[in-house]
């Protein structure tokens, strides 16, 4: 990463221009959360990019709400018509994006039918919602030795949280498709998911590095039923600064509906590694203003798409905030064990107990990782992450792991005893 993005990135870390609701420690620390985690997912990005202009993200001079100059709304929609326009002449004259086949129609009426073989179902309705959690990791191995039995405990949290919940798990290592390397994967694999399983009502797409540190808690998903999609992220970042910082698509929830077949079909053109992507990255860059120079990434383009038709697509994504659908481990992993004296799981999903917490920045088996952290941090806190969420499952037997440190366990009641003993032992070199 180039010094001048370093000392850039410093300051926005510490903005305030966020308007906080709810909690505010919560909502201060995740859209810290949320900065760090679209800086990791674009690594490549940001090595190659200029100096973002930070006009608007520094707290000491008046806001501009729209972008790095004073625009009005219609000045803003004038220019993301312009650009618009430019990118779909462009992915018009390029080669047709083919990898998805043609484009799905009639979809809502084929998974009626469908859930109607399935569950005699006559309303053509799950009588309970089902969902699919997917998941992908490299194919080759990881770089860094330790990289492959993270990815192991990662995968074994995932199992553990959907066995406990119903939840079916896809875990893809396999190698799609060149052209939809990284990023773009999970596109590929949504919509293939989606087309052969007409039954499933939700798709839950989560990184590999992010780990389930809430076993008990669960979604709300009453709060989604006017929504198709879901992560965590702020209404005003996205649609006022257009900020593609302003939600994190490494964690999302998509609806099996024609609206989610339609979105992916608009979403995955920009896609398409080398001339396309990298030409595609200079329209996004046009119409976001903090995004410097770089190849299209997800994020970058799922912004895009919501801000230049709202109406559309905008309106049907839910922007998390009230708990964390994924929160930034550096601000996490070093109170669990104040939240175990403090707090129970499968009541708050926020700062007290997080739902789920995301190892951005860490690129534990690639081994490109974020120059602010080291790799022996990050190992240690995900270690202590996955332990954390792993007593919440021996528990249920009566273990307990003795620090979440270490792997080894023993018997609750054997914490008990040593937990009292440790106790005793303080109060009376505390007399003396």
Known sequence: MKEDNKKA????????????????FQN???????????????????LNSSTLDLSTLTSGSPKPVYGPQKMTPEEVREHLAVIDKGLHEYLNRSKPFTKFGLPVVGWDETRKQAIRRSTNSSSGVNPKTRIMLITSSHPKKCDNKQGDQMLLKSIKNKLDYCRIHGIELYYNM???????????????????????????DWFWWMDSDAIFTDMTFELPLHKYENYNMVMHGWDDAVYEKRSWLGLNAGV??????????????AWAPMSPKGKIRDDVGKFLSKALPDRGKGEADDQSGLVYLMITDRERWGSKVYLESSYYFQGYWKVLTE???????????????DDRWPFVTHFCGCEFCCGAINPEYTVDRCLTQMERAVNFADNQVLERYGFIHKSLKSAEVESREAAKNRTAKASVAAKSKKAV
């Open 28 to 46: 201060r620390v995740a859209y810290g959360m949320c900065l760090i985690a679209a800086i990791c997912t674009l690594g490549l990005f940001i």
């Open 252 to 265: 999302f929830l998509i609806r099996n509906c024609q609206w989610s077949m339609d979105l992916l079909h």
């Open 174 to 200: 396999d190698k799609i498709d060149d052209e939809m390397l990284g990023w773009w994967v999970k596109t590929f694999l949504t919509h293939m998911l989606m087309k052969e399983h007409p039954e499933i």
């Open 335 to 349: 109170k669990f064990e104040d939240m175990m004296a403090k707090y129970k799981p499968g009541i708050y999903g």
């Open 9 to 24: 990135i410093a300051p926005m870390v510490e903005d305030s221009w966020m308007p906080f609701r709810g909690r505010s």
